[in-house]
């Protein structure tokens, strides 16, 4: 017998060109993101009004008061940097 080549199903349509990069699963990055909103929410907002959770992570957040924000605020500056980079990359060739 024959033994049959497993391949990967993708959503893209019959022909279209594979990404040369690695495949992430869709549940894995809304799980995630679900947690980056939930620590950055506490972090934010939560932390100031309740009290101690006993978890030294999150206890550590709670009790900053000037770097609790960073780490949440890298990533959307961060994105917003890259892309601004990428539209500045995309006028200078395109010029």
Known sequence: MMSKKKTRRT???RGA???PGFELDTGLLIVFSVLVFIIGGYAVLFSAFLPLT???ILDTIATD???KYFVF???PMGTYFIIANWV???YYQNS
Do not use: E, V
Request: aromatic fraction near 12%; proline fraction near 17%; hydrophobic fraction near 35%.
């Open 73 to 75: 605020l890298i990533i």
């Open 17 to 19: 060109p594979k990404s």
């Open 88 to 90: 500045g990359w995309q």
């Open 54 to 56: 006993g978890i030294p």
């Open 65 to 67: 008061t000037h770097y």
């Open 11 to 13: 959503n893209a349509p």
